[in-house]
């Protein structure tokens, strides 16, 4: 839950002094026709629509196609950069689905309550969110999110879980009450 | 959601041609008092009634013991014949119980949303099927299922599934849109 | 499900001559600032009042700090003695939260389904359960459950599965019917 402060002054970019601004993000587009340009992305542009107007900044964005050690170096890439990265495609399961085999790779630990969210959210939409076999994680103090590639299933699986992931990336800070 | 006229062909053994025909099944009971002719299998055939309703071609059934290396073999073998491979029996939580092991071990991947809707579904008839450990995976093109080993949880668990295999199994031949 | 008569004779220590009790727990407090005295154990006493209650005889309690083979050596240990091992603590995603890859660590298999229920019937509640990553599983004949920290977290998560226990340590014992 962001303060409506620390939404204003990330939305006007207002220097953090010392303190790391946590709400930053990054979009990782996981297909191969987009990263050979033969297609548009949609979802990459409409996941970051989504995170700004939820008070995070993104900082990047990036196209890798469907390959494992590419999707990997992109995730470990941006968690030196930001708390939050987000990816787009490559959850089904296809052959030449990896996005979430990838994830888990370079992720500490697994948050399966998130993922098992997206898909209990997303059966109320469509039956075939269960084929949906995204992932959520932790790399050092950044969370991963994996989200479908379609750019309505992606902005709804991730506006159902948006509301824990200001908490979560505190938890991940050590701003923790009860220990 | 196989279409009616696929149904209507499959079920009157018309020639296929060139295309595999996708909608192929095969079940194997799991169970160390059927294999030992102790017991007479009911849930295999009850399992194997569902999907020839549904449109498949049931090319095969099996008895097995309670022993993953068999399980394992099975499995394997089946692959080769049908695209999907329906398991009876072994997904409790005694020591006995090895299906979902004997299954992860020859898998390429999990989908775990399946599985997860076989137990919420299960859940609001019987407490107890949150202790049913069953899992649904994907070796090569085929998909399989774990079913619990009472002839009516196989029947009722997979028909909260069945409405999403046909999809999946196109997913798994390469039929994508949006890649 | 225990039986009232079965409640009666544990809660009045009855012996139980040749017969194990299987209705034996133990309580593991997990927690940093409780193993170095400065804070106050409230979690394992609610726990362990729930447990009696429920017909438990819980036979002992024990406070480690987050150190995953402290854990795993408390965990290991207790399962000797009882059949039911409850802990409290280590569950979120914080780097300090080890107790569910401690847990995993020492158990023969997992059962997702008792987590998964936690957090469904927890997420009525408030939707940050979705990042407990608490798991239960199975060490010999012994079934382990992962409670969050706070007293309140522990305790209405215990209670949402207590129904169950019964009903699977039978089944861990090996009494079993459709086999």
């Not at 992109?74 to 950069?81: D, Q």
């Not at 084929?131 to 050092?140: A, E, I, T």
Request: hydrophobic residues 40%; contains cysteine; glycine residues 8%.
């Amino acid at each position: 839950m962001s303060s409506s402060t620390t939404d204003a002054s990330l939305k006007t970019s207002a220097p953090k002094a010392s303190a790391p601004a946590i709400l930053t993000a990054a979009v990782i587009t996981v297909s191969d026709s987009c990263a050979r340009g033969e297609r548009k992305d949609l979802s990459g542009p409409a996941v970051a629509e989504v995170l700004k107007e939820a008070g995070f900044r993104v900082v990047a964005t990036q196209i890798v196609p469907d390959d494992s050690m590419q999707i990997q170096n992109a995730l470990v890439h941006f968690a030196i950069e930001v708390r939050f990265i987000v990816t787009t495609g490559g959850t089904g399961i296809a052959a030449r689905d990896v996005t979430p085999e990838a994830t888990e790779a370079i992720c500490d630990r697994l948050i399966d309550g998130i993922a098992e969210r997206m898909r209990l959210e997303g059966a109320k939409k469509t039956s075939f969110a269960a084929l949906s076999r995204g992932v959520c994680g932790v790399h050092d103090k950044s969370l991963i999110l994996n989200l479908p590639g379609s750019p309505r299933g992606a902005v709804e699986s991730l506006e159902v879980v948006l509301d824990l992931i200001p908490h979560a990336l505190n938890l991940l800070e050590g701003h923790t009450e009860h220990k």
